[in-house]
């Protein structure tokens, strides 16, 4: 089955950095598209990233552009995210996602990996 597992969150200080990874197995890796995705205590889930399977396109949330950067591996079936410069409204859980269609819609979701930011 699909699984998806995120790893390297942690708690960070505000302007600090933190690669967050999530390993793929049960599918074709290098054909789906796959995205990041934070929820934050009493929010909704909301995207963060997204690449497509060949990591040739990307796109980001307007509030991690150039922050934050998506890529992936396909010849280890991993996904990162690394993300820079990171400020206390980036606490959340972090979920690794593979996603489908024109608008790259999650099928399928890893457990989450807490991101805190805090002084």
């Known amino acids: 089955q699909v699984q998806l597992v995120e790893s390297g969150g942690g708690s960070v200080q505000p302007g600090g950095s933190l690669r967050l990874s999530c390993i793929a197995s049960?599918?074709?890796?290098?054909?789906?598209?796959m995205g990041w995705y934070r929820q934050a205590p009493g929010k909704e889930r909301d995207m963060v990233a997204h690449i497509s399977s060949t990591g040739g396109r990307t796109n980001y949330a307007d509030s991690v552009k150039g922050r934050f950067a998506i890529s992936r591996h396909n010849g280890n079936n991993t996904l990162y995210l690394q993300m820079n410069s990171l400020k206390s409204e980036d606490t959340a859980v972090y979920y690794c996602?593979?996603?489908?269609?024109?608008?790259?819609?999650?099928?399928?979701w890893g457990q989450g990996t807490q991101v805190t930011v805090s002084s």
């Open positions: 996602a593979r996603v489908s269609g024109l608008y790259w819609t999650p099928i399928s």
């Open positions: 049960g599918f074709t890796f290098s054909s789906f598209a």
